[in-house]
């Protein structure tokens, strides 16, 4: 676990005990056993995080990378680089709880955040 997940606020409690569950039932496809939305959100993050990769990405990589992503984790509303690059600039205007309109928007707006804390460690 990253333990700079805290700063991301989304008001989840991630411990490194919870996170190590999460990747451990979600490789072993066990997605069943994540009971709280939190640990959905951890799923998906530790998705993103070993698709980037080591790589830093430009921003419109970053938005292709997290829309591809989502359409393999949500249906509806569908993804799309434009989806996720209007997430990014409502994020910028709004700042860090900028309201979102529905769970694609929430797991972007996750999915971004996470990225850019990668970044900032590199």
Do not use: I, K, N, Q
């Not at 606020?9 to 009971?35: M, S």
């Not at 698709?51 to 992503?69: H, I, N």
């Amino acid at each position: 676990m990253r333990d700079d997940w805290r700063d991301v606020p989304l008001d989840f409690d991630w411990t490194r005990e919870v996170v190590a569950e999460v990747a451990r039932l979600h490789a072993a496809g066990e997605d069943e056993g994540l009971h709280d939305p939190s640990m959905h959100f951890a799923a998906f993050g530790l998705d993103l995080l070993e698709r980037a990769g080591d790589a830093v990405l430009d921003e419109r990589s970053e938005d292709a990378l997290v829309a591809d992503l989502l359409r393999s984790w949500l249906a509806e509303p569908p993804a799309s680089p434009e989806l996720v690059a209007e997430v990014r600039r409502d994020w910028r205007a709004a700042g860090d709880r900028v309201p979102t309109r529905d769970a694609t928007r929430g797991y972007a707006l996750f999915g971004l955040r996470l990225l850019a804390l990668a970044r900032d460690d590199a």
